[in-house]
């Protein structure tokens, strides 16, 4: 499946940029690409991949890269604010779901 026909322009260069981050990041750290595969437990090409923003790489991936370089806990930060999500609760007048108490969540 060709996922590039699925994304935006936009999309792709977030992913792009992104993979140039990783990369640089690797660099500072003087890690070669088979470095930070080991650190990582994926292969070199796997490496390649997210250093292109290749979109077929996962989100497990790039997480995998962020714990090696000491940031993965700064990827909830992404969502942590949302003014235009907010927005449109509040416009929808919506109300958030309900905890079910008693209930088993498992």
């Known amino acids: 499946m060709n996922t590039t026909a699925i994304l935006s322009t936009e999309e792709i260069r977030s992913l792009r940029v992104f993979g140039e981050r ?3 990041a690797r660099l500072r750290r003087n890690l070669s690409q088979i470095e930070l595969a080991e650190r990582m437990g994926v292969h070199r090409p796997t490496v390649i991949n997210l250093e292109k923003g290749r979109p077929g790489v996962t ?7 962020l714990t090696v370089f000491g940031c993965a806990e700064r990827i909830g930060d992404l969502l ?3 003014p235009m999500g907010e927005s449109m609760e509040l416009a ?4 958030r779901a309900g905890s079910r108490t008693g209930v088993a969540d498992f």
């Open 59 to 65: 989100l497990a991936v790039a997480i995998k890269a």
């Open 80 to 82: 942590a604010v949302d």
């Open 92 to 95: 929808s007048g919506r109300k």
């Open 22 to 24: 990783v990369r640089l």
